[in-house]
């Protein structure tokens, strides 16, 4: 925040608390507030520095006790720099009066907070600093932060530019920041002398009583004094009401706390996501290929038979059998154990061949569902980038929080989805976020779309392979479970509509879960079979 704005933002500060009595005060570890009856200012210290006023009173009065009961006398600040002072005032039983000064150095991550006698004597401090350039400690005189830039008057300039008015000027010139500098620059450019650009600037920001806002990226960006020419191609925000000046620096402290919450979050869930892409991952690697257990088995078994036809050749202490293949003319070498009886060794590889080709399904299914979390994840570390939403972040948050169940961590499978009696799959949204990725990222053309009509519910996508037709039974089954998971359930019979994926379609700018289609059917059902089907496979969630 720049001097300029900080000047303004004391003026009303100086207007809303003037004779005012401080009543207390609270610390935090970035933050320093002021009550004043019901009342609260709250100074963040931290880059970007922020205000906030709220009615709400301090709890614990504990804190700075004896610089309660102080009445404001006026505030305002000095050397045009970005340090508001309250110049406070005690006036005993008695009448005598006594002088100090609560000063808010907002100097972005060297922000402060000091209270000092009439004499300059540091009584408190948000924090000490011992520094070459100054020291900030109780019992020391305060001085202010060193600032060698001189007024405009007392400077004398050369030949100047645009471009180096707007990248140097406010080195030298109190009070100016680079981007009051730019907005010189803009008037310099367009014809005035850098007198006249100044003195524009200067009258611009004294007679203004409104703020303003700008937004780079639909994040608040920039806080003037008066609206820039500079500034024209960025969108805003004007603060009519009074305190405008505190009123748009609380408004863009409260949305840089939100943006930083989002960024936060959002880096929390990408490491989440990759973290568990990584599992899955490593899973995979570790898997064999179906087919090439599959060939495995068929080989045994092929020795298998063959040996059947010639268990007599099997000689007590052999290991290796050669054995012609009659089909193909080749030769196999099939290995026995000598301990065993032929027909054990017989056995034992057909059970061997039996167990490659059901760990092949397994590893087949199993990979199958891998892939699916996978492409459900990434869908998901996309939607993530995409959001600007704190509750649909908290509710990616929870669908990828894990749960303990009987003392064992397990996770929740991405996404829940339901095997049907015919085999068929069926996805299910468990909140919006899912509802979308379900519908629009991991659905083919084909695959068909259930949702309760003109009532809140979760997506439903019955799986089908390429050409193939639903069957009634499946289309009522998945109209069924639309049902069971949305705003109607016990409402008894409720219409759902159902189409193919490819006629869903997503509007620009609509929140997470949004879709409109075109080209449904509609079916009249209620939950019951879908809920019947749960409780007869101890799927029902309690």
Not at 144 to 163: A, D, M, S, W, Y
Not at 226 to 248: Q, T, V, W
Not at 385 to 400: D, G, P, R, T, Y
Not at 451 to 470: F, Q, Y
Request: include cysteine; charged fraction near 30%.
């Amino acid at each position: 925040m720049d001097a300029l704005y900080i000047e303004k933002v004391s003026e009303e500060l100086n207007q809303l608390f003037k004779k005012k009595k401080i009543t207390g005060y609270a610390k935090e570890n970035n933050s320093f507030s002021v009550e004043t009856g019901n009342e609260q200012i709250t100074f963040v210290l931290k880059n970007p520095n922020g205000i906030i006023l709220k009615k709400e009173k301090i709890q614990d009065k504990t804190y700075l006790k004896k610089f309660r009961n102080l009445f404001i006398k006026s505030v305002s600040t000095l050397n045009k720099d970005r340090v508001i002072i309250f110049n406070l005032i005690k006036i005993s039983v008695s009448g005598k009066t006594e002088e100090f000064n609560l000063i808010i150095e907002l100097t972005g991550k060297h922000s402060n907070v000091i209270i000092t006698d009439s004499s300059k004597k540091i009584l408190y401090t948000f924090k000490e600093v011992e520094s070459t350039v100054r020291n900030i400690k109780i019992g020391e005189e305060y001085i202010l932060p060193p600032n060698e830039k001189k007024e405009f008057k007392e400077i004398k300039f050369g030949e100047v530019t645009p471009q180096g008015i707007e990248k140097k000027l406010y080195r030298f010139i109190k009070g100016l920041s680079p981007l009051n500098c730019k907005e010189i620059a803009f008037y310099v450019k367009n014809g005035l002398s850098l007198e006249e650009a100044y003195q524009k600037f200067i009258t611009n920001h004294k007679n203004s009583n409104i703020a303003f806002l700008y937004f780079e990226n639909k994040k608040p960006k920039f806080l003037t004094t008066f609206k820039y020419e500079s500034l024209k191609d960025f969108k805003y925000i004007e603060f009519k009401d009074s305190p405008s000046f505190i009123s748009a620096w609380q408004y863009f402290t409260e949305q840089f706390h939100i943006e930083m919450q989002i960024d936060t979050l959002k880096s929390k869930l990408v490491k989440l996501i990759e973290r568990k892409l990584k599992t899955i991952d490593e899973k995979l690697s570790k898997m064999e290929n179906p087919d090439n257990l599959l060939q495995k088995a068929k080989i045994l078994k092929k020795a298998g038979e063959l040996l059947k036809y010639n268990l007599h050749k099997i000689k007590p202490g052999v290991n290796k059998l050669t054995l012609t293949d009659y089909e193909t003319e080749d030769d196999l070498t099939i290995t026995v154990n000598p301990a065993k009886t032929p027909q054990q060794n017989l056995n034992d590889i057909f059970k061997k061949a039996k167990k490659l080709e059901n760990k092949a399904v397994f590893e087949k299914t199993e990979r199958e569902k891998l892939l699916s979390q996978r492409k459900f994840l990434e869908a998901l570390k996309e939607k993530v980038f995409s959001l600007n939403s704190i509750q649909e972040l908290q509710e990616i948050e929870k669908l990828l929080t894990t749960q303990r169940e009987k003392s064992k961590e397990k996770e929740k499978n991405f996404p829940y989805k339901i095997t049907l009696p015919s085999g068929k799959q069926l996805l299910i949204g468990r909140n919006r976020v899912e509802n979308e990725i379900i519908s629009l990222k991991l659905s083919n053309p084909w695959d068909i779309w259930f949702h309760a009509k003109e009532t809140p519910g979760s997506h439903v996508l019955l799986k089908l392979d390429k050409g193939e037709s639903p069957s009634e039974a499946d289309i009522k089954f998945a109209a069924s479970a639309a049902a069971f998971f949305s705003k109607g359930k016990n409402s008894g019979k409720i219409k759902i509509d159902y189409t193919p994926a490819k006629y869903l379609k997503k509007p620009p700018g609509t929140p997470s879960g949004y879709v409109i289609y075109k080209n449904e059917k509609t079916v009249v059902i209620d939950s019951s079979e879908f809920e019947k089907f749960l409780k007869n496979n101890n799927l029902l969630r309690k």
